[in-house]
Antibody, heavy 122, light 108 residues
Framework: EVQLVQSGAEVKKPGESLKISCKGS????????IAWVRQMPGKGLEWMGIIYPGDSDIRYSPSFQGQVTISADKSISTAYLQWSSLKPSDTAMYYC???????????????WGQGTLVTVSS | EIVLTQSPGTLSLSPGERATLSCRAS???????LAWYQQKPGQAPRLLIY???SRATGIPDRFSGSGSGTDFTLTISRLEPEDFAVYYC?????????FGGGTKVEIK
């Protein structure tokens, strides 16, 4: 079974750093792009960017370029999303999702991780 | 960036009724690269439809997708109690990938 399992909920203060993870299993991790998607409280879905774990090629949404860093460690089949200095406006649920088509930069998402809730508050 | 506009924002229907959800794009979507997702409270989105009209694995045939170009539709032929949720369309024909704002299907 193809599965993405994300790290647990985080509560942070403004200005702190954070790195959340997404571990893939049940498929060849290096051959499929992984996307990160933000969902702010009570709002819709926003595409943040993607990474190809095979060579760490990364594409960011213009809205998130410079705000977050996407990375991956293919040796442990894990993708990451990190912040160097969190803001209260980063409070959201963050999902990782796998591109359905092997190697395709543009694809729909299936499956999704269960989500990581990040709360930033003083 | 392709902007997706979903309508209506909320659809109030009874179990057994037909639901018709619309997704309109600001530009033509290449090769009908349009997907639909269902999201229930506290859960991650789930893929329903890809390529505008192909059902994902395990999705009941009461869900169907249609459309091309800039106008797409998700139809639920007869609503079951488990179908009351929020539905999002997504285009994956051009970067940046974008989602519609969602349609909430609620029990009348």
């Amino acid at each position: 079974e193809v599965q993405l399992v994300q790290s647990g909920a985080e509560v942070k203060k403004p200005g702190e750093s954070l790195k959340i993870s997404c571990k893939g299993s049940g498929y060849t991790f290096t051959k499929y792009w992984i996307a990160w998607v933000r969902q702010m409280p009570g709002k819709g879905l926003e595409w943040m960017g993607i990474i190809y774990p095979g060579d760490s090629d990364i594409r960011y949404s213009p809205s998130f370029q410079g705000q977050v860093t996407i990375s991956a460690d293919k040796s442990i089949s894990t993708a990451y999303l990190q912040w160097s200095s969190l803001k209260p406006s980063d409070t959201a649920m963050y999902y990782c999702a796998r591109h359905d088509r092997e190697g395709a930069t543009l694809s729909y998402f299936d499956p999704w991780g269960q989500g990581t809730l990040v709360t930033v508050s003083s | 960036e392709i902007v997706l506009t979903q309508s209506p924002g909320t659809l109030s229907l009874s179990p057994g009724e037909r639901a018709t959800l619309s997704c309109r794009a600001s530009q033509t979507i290449t090769s009908s690269f349009l997907a639909w997702y269902q999201q229930k409270p506290g859960q991650a989105p789930r893929l329903l439809i890809y390529g505008a009209s192909s059902r994902a694995t395990g999705i009941p045939d009461r869900f169907s997708g249609s459309g091309s170009g800039t106008d797409f539709t998700l139809t639920i032929s007869r609503l079951e109690p488990e179908d009351f949720a929020v539905y999002y369309c997504q285009q994956y024909g051009r970067s940046p990938l974008t989602f519609g704002g969602g349609t909430k299907v609620e029990i009348k």
